[in-house]
């Protein structure tokens, strides 16, 4: 079933500042949606998680930001897409602590603990999209 | 160039956190402040970040680097004044800032760097 978007932004993943503007944004819809700070503070940090590896592993790409509504549910979902190398082994880069790129290893394992949905669809060598929920 | 202001706070240095951090931002302040422990001779340095709002793995690893750069030039750091939201966040990202000292406020983290330096001087005293 189609989920109702109430409403939609797209952003560009490109630069330090455009993962800045995201957090922004995120943050500024779920207070719209009522979110606890608690709730706010959880899915901004996962949105910023997600956004830096799409710029730094991703080499840049793009977020749809979309403000959902479904019955009496709400919830900000959000979809990261890069057309960069692709994840070869997506448990393994679930894990925390593993990183090729001398991280933490903790962005993708933590996103996915402070999301309500999670789920990665990658190809090798074509690109990643990344799509986190949160309900309210 | 965009810089976030390091004050001295008697025989401590400030380091007060405000803006949303970029990596360039976030490097100058690495810069910036391994120059100041050393030119300043301090021991002790506090990075208040009651003003941010979000602390992801990059400013995570950021306050540990800061942490394990300071120790190296015989610095303590604590980070002071995290907010709850950000601390019950910082727990289930995985995030545990090991080597990080921390403290509710600046004052309550002075005390925190007075007591050690008392500690570690009075050892040396007792030596002399
Ligand atoms: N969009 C992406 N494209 C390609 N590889 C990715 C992407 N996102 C994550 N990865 C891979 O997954 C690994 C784990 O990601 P994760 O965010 O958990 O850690 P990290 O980014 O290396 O470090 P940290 O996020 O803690 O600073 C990365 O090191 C990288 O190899
Ligand atoms: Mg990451």
Redesign the pocket.
Same mark, same amino acid.
């Given at each position: 079933m189609a989920m109702p978007v109430v409403k939609a932004e797209r952003c560009p993943v490109r630069s330090g500042d455009n993962v800045v503007r995201i957090r922004q944004i995120v943050r500024q819809w779920t207070v719209e949606l009522g979110f606890s700070l608690v709730d706010q503070t959880k899915i901004v940090t996962a949105a910023s998680?997600?956004a830096?590896?799409?710029l /730094?592993? *991703?080499g840049g *790409?793009e977020a749809l930001v979309e403000s959902l509504s479904e019955g009496g549910r709400r919830g900000l979902r959000l979809v990261?897409t /890069?057309k *960069?190398? #692709?994840?070869e082994n997506i448990d393994q880069?679930?894990k /925390?602590g593993?990183?090729?790129? @001398? @991280?933490? @290893?903790? #962005?993708?394992? #933590?996103?996915r603990r402070l999301s309500s949905e999670f789920s990665i669809e990658?190809r090798t060598g074509e #690109?990643?999209c990344?799509t986190l929920t949160r309900w309210k | 160039m965009e810089r976030i202001p390091i004050l001295k706070m008697g025989e401590f240095l400030l380091v007060t956190i405000q803006v949303d951090m970029h990596d360039r931002l976030a490097l100058t302040l690495q810069d910036d402040l391994t120059e100041m422990i050393v030119k300043n001779r301090t021991h002790g340095v506090l990075i208040d970040i009651s003003a941010l709002e979000v602390v992801d793995?990059?400013i995570g690893?950021m306050l540990g680097n800061i942490a394990s750069m300071s120790r190296v030039l015989d610095a303590a750091t604590v980070v002071v004044g995290m907010q709850p939201a950000v601390a019950i966040t910082l727990v289930e990202l995985g995030l545990s800032l090991p080597g990080v000292r921390t403290a509710l406020n600046v004052e309550k983290g002075m005390e925190l760097l007075r007591g050690s330096l008392t500690a570690t001087n009075g050892h040396a005293r007792r030596q002399g």
């Amino acid at each position: 079933m189609a989920m109702p978007v109430v409403k939609a932004e797209r952003c560009p993943v490109r630069s330090g500042d455009n993962v800045v503007r995201i957090r922004q944004i995120v943050r500024q819809w779920t207070v719209e949606l009522g979110f606890s700070l608690v709730d706010q503070t959880k899915i901004v940090t996962a949105a910023s998680e997600i956004a830096r590896n799409t710029l /730094d592993h *991703g080499g840049g *790409g793009e977020a749809l930001v979309e403000s959902l509504s479904e019955g009496g549910r709400r919830g900000l979902r959000l979809v990261f897409t /890069d057309k *960069g190398p #692709g994840i070869e082994n997506i448990d393994q880069a679930l894990k /925390d602590g593993f990183t090729t790129g @001398g @991280g933490l @290893g903790l #962005g993708l394992g #933590g996103a996915r603990r402070l999301s309500s949905e999670f789920s990665i669809e990658s190809r090798t060598g074509e #690109g990643t999209c990344v799509t986190l929920t949160r309900w309210k | 160039m965009e810089r976030i202001p390091i004050l001295k706070m008697g025989e401590f240095l400030l380091v007060t956190i405000q803006v949303d951090m970029h990596d360039r931002l976030a490097l100058t302040l690495q810069d910036d402040l391994t120059e100041m422990i050393v030119k300043n001779r301090t021991h002790g340095v506090l990075i208040d970040i009651s003003a941010l709002e979000v602390v992801d793995s990059f400013i995570g690893r950021m306050l540990g680097n800061i942490a394990s750069m300071s120790r190296v030039l015989d610095a303590a750091t604590v980070v002071v004044g995290m907010q709850p939201a950000v601390a019950i966040t910082l727990v289930e990202l995985g995030l545990s800032l090991p080597g990080v000292r921390t403290a509710l406020n600046v004052e309550k983290g002075m005390e925190l760097l007075r007591g050690s330096l008392t500690a570690t001087n009075g050892h040396a005293r007792r030596q002399g």
